[in-house]
């Protein structure tokens, strides 16, 4: 079954850290860019960090500049979300999503797949 998987996510306190995975089932993520997205009931979804394939150009949400760091793996398949300096307002579902346009310029209606989501949370 196509699909994207994500894991690392859980409680962590103010100033934690946290390394989100996201893992491509029955398909390669060559040519695809990859987003990190979050959602919560009061924002909805909002992009947080995308790299794309080609030339593995990155760009990251203002929020999150400095303190979040996307990568990815090609012999694992996988994107990496390297989160560091969490804080309360960090707290939400966070999804990753592929992009066969290899385009982070995307919205998210253009996405192919989604991974279920993996809730994180920062709190003392």
């Known amino acids: 079954q196509v699909q994207l998987v994500e894991s690392g996510g859980g409680l962590v306190q103010p100033g934690g850290s946290l390394r989100l995975s996201c893992v491509a089932s029955?398909?390669?993520?060559?040519?695809?860019?990859v987003g990190w997205f979050r959602q919560t009931p009061e924002k909805g979804r909002e992009g947080v960090s995308c790299?794309?394939?080609?030339?593995?150009?990155?760009t990251y949400a203002d929020s999150v500049k400095g303190r979040f760091t996307i990568s990815r793996d090609d012999a694992k398949n996988t994107v990496y979300l390297q989160m560091n300096s969490l804080k309360p307002e960090d707290t939400a579902v966070y999804y990753c999503?592929?992009?066969?346009?290899?385009?982070?310029?995307?919205?998210?209606?253009?996405?192919?797949?989604w991974g279920q989501g993996i809730p994180v949370t920062v709190s003392s």
């Open positions: 029955e398909f390669t993520l060559d040519s695809y860019a």
């Open positions: 790299i794309s394939d080609r030339d593995r150009s990155t």
């Open positions: 999503g592929a992009d066969s346009n290899d385009n982070c310029d995307s919205s998210i209606y253009e996405y192919d797949y």
